[in-house]
């Protein structure tokens, strides 16, 4: 067939690698135009733009929309993964056909723009990828195939999106048979829950939250936005922590270093600080940063 894919994230490449070796033709890649990035402001291309520019594969950036419908006429087939865009019901149809996407939740759970983040930040202990093809509702179109995944209790929304973009790459060329022996995909059933944009204000941690609550955030956050929260008035992003059974009586937001640990109060609890950003720094261990903060006596974030 000959492919598109429209995609902005590097969750797309391991899919795009598998697409250059496969009997398949990838016609094109279509990306999100480029955004400003960094303290500079500077702008800077997609992921999957430079995957493009450095494997020689046409690109483009349209800026909306309805200004796809001359890359997408050509084609046999167009997969999203991750785009950003929802698209106009005549592009839907004017591949051969159609559209179809790859999503990283097992559809009808969380539609939306953040699958992952938002079941990291529940608890889930469960999710998958779903290919379906597209139709003009927020992931509702009828379903070709699904894989699950069991969550690693250690894996934040980074290391459990390079699992499922991993999952996804194995479970396209499935579909791709499906779709060129005429199967039909099958209409989802359930009732769908909605995974809605994180903002940075969804990000900012609430020490007076459970242990495990502010635990699930910063897991769903990392690396975009990233939790954070503040410390001497600037923003301190914390990458990673971990739960202890270690009872210290420490109120909401206090720090703590105790036999070569980092920890910080919440609401029920302790936990343990093993990794942050600091304000205009790289990410480095807890321990590293509170030695150069050196504490004081009952000294909050927040």
């Known amino acids: 067939m000959r492919i598109g894919v429209a995609a902005t994230p590097n969750v797309a490449i391991p899919t795009l690698n598998w697409l250059l070796e496969s009997g ?12 400003p990035a960094g303290r500079g402001r500077e702008l800077k291309q997609s992921e999957v733009a430079l995957w493009a520019n450095q494997h020689s594969i046409p690109f483009v950036k349209p800026a909306n929309a309805n200004e796809l419908l001359p890359y997408v006429a050509d084609l046999d087939l167009l997969l999203t993964i991750a785009y950003g ?10 591949p051969k056909y159609g559209c179809v996407n ?33 139709d003009s509702g927020m992931d509702t179109g ?42 039909s995909p099958v209409a989802q059933t359930g009732i769908g829950t909605l995974a809605k ?37 600037e923003v301190l992003k914390v990458s990673k922590v971990s739960l202890t059974q270690a009872r210290l009586p420490l109120e909401p937001g206090e720090l703590k270093t105790l036999d070569s640990l980092c920890y910080i109060g919440t609401g029920n609890g302790a936990l343990v600080i093993e990794s942050v950003i600091p304000s205009g720094k790289r990410e480095m261990s807890a321990m590293d940063w509170s030695r150069g903060a050196r504490f004081l006596d009952k000294e909050r974030c927040g």
């Open 142 to 183: 009828p379903i070709y195939a699904t894989q699950t995944v069991d969550i690693d209790p250690a894996w934040r929304s980074l290391e459990l999106l390079s699992e499922l973009s991993l999952i996804g790459k194995q479970l396209l060329p499935q579909v791709l048979q499906s779709i060129l022996s005429g199967q």
């Open 197 to 233: 944009k994180i903002s940075k204000a969804d990000a900012q941690i609430d020490w007076n939250s459970s242990a495990t609550f502010i635990l699930n955030s910063i897991r769903a956050f990392f690396p975009e936005p990233c939790a954070w929260t503040n410390f001497r008035g």
């Open 85 to 94: 865009v929802l698209l106009p019901q005549f592009i839907l149809d004017a």
């Open 102 to 134: 790859m999503h990283f939740s097992l559809l009808p759970n969380y539609r939306g723009a953040a699958p992952v983040q938002r079941a990291l930040l529940a608890g889930e202990v469960r999710t998958g990828v779903t290919i379906f093809k597209l």
């Open 24 to 35: 398949h033709e990838l016609v094109r890649v279509i990306t999100q135009p480029d955004r």
